[in-house]
């Protein structure tokens, strides 16, 4: 069965080809697109979802589309990511600037972690962030993930400025509501 998870305002799924004009617009557009990578074409773009799509055949997860339910609307990608080399299994997220500031990244972020730990049965969690994207550090925060120094990407990423931030699953779990 095709992993999807539903929240209060969101719907979580695999990525989908007719999701390549939110991807576009997310690339496309330069404030998002700042730390992750830095913009690009539609064609560009494309290629970067056909990698998140890849990623699903070939390990079982990806990132997830993000889905608002209220409108249909894609509203960017969130979940797992585990490339070679990657420095640990992150859970990374990216939204449109129209769905940032609604607490839309938080809540499919829980979900997502959530996932990696019921489902994948991971036992840590990791967030590569720039120490200049202070949004994305301010939710990683809120997640309760933990700020543990630089780290480094594989090349040809290796020069980029990262930091880790990490909890294990004792520590997600010790604070979920009983
Ligand atoms: C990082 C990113 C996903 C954060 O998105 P975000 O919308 O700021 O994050 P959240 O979902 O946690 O929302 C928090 C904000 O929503 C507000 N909010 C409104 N309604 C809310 C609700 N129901 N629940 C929670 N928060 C709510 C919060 O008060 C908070 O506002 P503040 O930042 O002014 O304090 C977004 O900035 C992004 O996509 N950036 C570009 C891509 C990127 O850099 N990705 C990370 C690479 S490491």
């Known amino acids: 069965m095709e992993p999807s998870l539903e929240t209060a305002r969101l719907i979580l799924r695999r990525p989908r080809e007719e999701d390549l004009d939110g991807w576009a617009a997310l690339m496309a557009d330069e404030a998002a697109a700042k730390f992750i990578g830095g ?40 979940g797992p990511w585990q490339p070679e080399g990657w420095p640990g299994p992150e859970v990374g997220w990216a939204l449109l600037s129209s769905a940032w500031g609604k607490g839309y990244a938080r ?47 594989p090349p040809p990423l290796e020069n980029l400025p990262v930091e880790m931030w990490r909890q294990s699953r004792e520590q997600w779990m010790s604070r979920l509501p009983a």
Request: aromatic fraction near 10%; glycine fraction near 10%.
């Open 39 to 78: 913009p690009l074409t539609r064609s560009a773009a494309w290629r970067a979802m056909a990698t998140m799509a890849g990623s699903w055949s070939l390990k079982g997860f990806g990132m997830f589309s993000v889905i608002e339910k209220a409108t249909g609307q894609w509203i960017g990608r969130v």
């Open 107 to 153: 809540e499919s972020a829980q979900a997502a972690i959530g996932w990696t730990f019921d489902a994948l049965d991971w036992t840590e969690v990791i967030h590569t962030i720039d120490p200049n994207n202070v949004p994305s550090q301010r939710l990683a925060m809120a997640l309760g993930a933990v700020n543990v120094g630089p780290t480094q990407l």
